[in-house]
Structure formats: structure tokens, C-alpha cells
């Protein structure tokens, strides 16, 4: 059981926001007996703690998404260097609502108490860094450090899905604070297409550094088939996309945005060179793809 207090913050958070999480939670309880504090800061000490970082801007991940559908519906190819560069030019800098360093989790009520339905924001946040929390083990991988880091994508992406479920019953409170968040963490909605019980499976296989994806050998086969037959259709394939029909299951949606001939380089690398890189690469485009 952690030690609750406020360090510095000009706000003091009521008990029951902390009690209405601990009674939300199903998996993370072992998160939260795992910290030994959760501290309220000001931002100032927020950034001091846990400095701004680079992140993607969620507009601009948008536009640049379009652009390259656009470009590659005309036919044109666009490599993996300069898919990157373009994304690059999405970076803007995250100040942080609360964050997960050491065995503690930090909230900054200041921030968070500027959006609507500050408490439910406030919930929010806490079970999105207890998240963190579990993911944390030895030798986890977090951050690649390059950007854009795709690392990045999937982890915040997976921990703001994860505070989405534990929320649903406040989810209306946090329309305002969801659409105003950076891209990373925008990402989320790509989780949502898998039913709640499946993100404790793809938050394990996260944990111990394999790409969170629908894991088994046979669904791996099946989906390198998959790859090699849509070549043979693709035009119907386009044709379907179109008009709004989807393919389900798939872990990568095949699309304008990543071509066919990647994602069997992917597999092919995943499984039988135990390579995860260009998974995991895919895995996070798939995810900035899927802001709305």
C-alpha cells in the first residue's frame, strides 16, 4: 500500500478520488501495492521530476497520416526513412500530468485541474501511471531513443487504453480531456477494437518485450498467408476498405498507409528472426493511423 501526500501542490486531492480508483482496479492491484508513493506536486516540481519530453503532435500526425494515404494512393512509394522524416516533423514538446519514475507515481493537480471534470481527469491519470507501473521490469523496454520512438506509441498508447476500460463509466466526463491529448497517447482508440479482457494479454507480452499483438503460432501463419493472398485482390481489398467494410482481427491494418510488402517483411523477421523492431514499427503506425 503506497504512502499518499502532497508535496507542493497548492491543491489538496480529496481521499475518495484515490479509494474510487483503488475499487476500480481488477489486474493493476498489484500496481498499486507495487509503488511505495504517490505524490502530489506543483508544476514546477512536475517538471523538475520529470522534465517535458518530445512527443507527437496529434493534428499533425493526423495530417501527415493523409498525406501519405493520399500519396500512395496515386501509387507512389514512400520508404520507411521517409515516412519517418515526415513524422518527425510532428514533434512538439509534453508536459506531464502525472508520471511513473522509481516506485512513484507524481500528479500535478495544477494541470490537471485546468480541464473539464478535473476528478474524473484526475482518476484517470492515476490508473493510466499505475499502468506504467505494472509494465515496469527488468530489462523493459520503454524508450529507443530516436524519434519518432515507436516504443513510445505503443506503451502510452496501451496505458491510456487501460485507463479507458477502468473509466467506462466516466467516460463522458473525459470527451474533452481525451480529444486533447498528444498523439502517443491518441492512439489509444486503436486498442479499443479488442475487447477488455485482451489488453492484460498484450500488456504481458509488452512487459516482457514482445510486440502486443494477438499471439499465436498459428494466428502468425495465418496472417502471412493472409499478406500473400491479398496481392491477388487487392483491388477488391481497396474497393471494400472504401466503402467502410473491415477486415477484423487483423493486428496491422493493411492499408494505403503501410504497404502489404512491409508487413510481410515484418513477419517474416518476427518469426523466424526473432527481430521485433519492424513489428513493433508497424504495430505503432497502425496505432497513430487510427486517431480520430
Excluded at 12 to 40: F, G, Q, S
Excluded at 44 to 67: A, F, N, R, W, Y
Excluded at 146 to 171: G, N, Q, W
Amino acid at each position: 500500500m503506497p504512502v499518499i501526500h502532497n508535496m507542493d501542490s497548492s491543491i489538496n486531492v480529496p481521499m475518495d478520488l484515490y479509494n474510487d480508483v483503488v475499487n476500480r482496479l481488477t489486474y493493476l492491484i498489484m500496481a498499486w501495492h507495487k509503488i511505495t508513493e504517490v505524490i502530489t506536486v506543483n508544476e514546477s516540481t512536475m517538471d523538475q521530476v520529470c522534465p517535458p519530453s518530445d512527443g507527437l503532435s496529434e493534428e499533425c500526425v493526423k495530417d501527415i497520416m493523409q498525406v501519405i494515404e493520399s500519396r500512395m494512393e496515386r501509387g507512389e512509394h514512400i520508404s520507411s526513412e521517409e515516412l519517418d522524416r515526415m513524422l518527425s516533423r510532428c514533434k512538439t514538446k509534453i508536459v506531464n500530468l502525472g508520471c511513473y519514475t522509481n516506485g512513484r507515481i507524481y500528479l500535478c493537480p495544477e494541470r490537471i485541474w485546468k480541464y473539464q471534470n478535473p476528478e474524473s481527469v484526475f482518476k484517470f491519470v492515476l490508473i493510466h501511471e499505475l499502468t506504467h507501473a505494472y509494465l515496469d521490469a527488468p530489462n523493459h523496454k520503454y524508450r529507443s531513443g530516436s524519434f519518432p520512438d515507436y516504443y513510445k506509441v505503443i506503451e502510452e498508447s496501451l496505458c491510456e487504453a487501460t485507463a479507458y476500460y477502468h473509466m467506462r463509466s466516466e467516460i463522458s466526463k473525459l470527451s474533452y480531456f481525451l480529444k486533447n491529448r498528444p498523439g502517443e497517447y491518441a492512439g489509444y482508440y486503436y486498442w479499443l477494437k479488442y475487447p477488455d479482457y485482451a489488453i492484460p494479454h498484450f500488456l504481458d507480452l509488452w512487459k516482457h518485450n514482445d510486440v502486443p499483438i494477438p499471439h499465436n503460432r498459428w494466428y502468425n501463419r495465418w496472417y502471412r498467408w493472409y499478406n500473400r493472398w491479398y496481392w491477388t485482390i487487392k483491388d477488391w481489398y481497396y474497393l471494400w476498405r472504401k466503402y467502410g467494410f473491415p477486415f477484423p482481427w487483423l493486428p496491422i491494418e493493411i492499408s494505403y498507409t503501410i504497404p502489404p510488402e512491409e508487413v510481410e517483411i515484418a513477419f517474416e523477421e518476427y518469426i523466424y528472426n526473432k527481430n521485433k523492431k519492424p513489428l513493433i514499427r508497424l504495430v505503432a503506425l497502425s496505432i497513430l493511423k487510427s486517431i480520430e
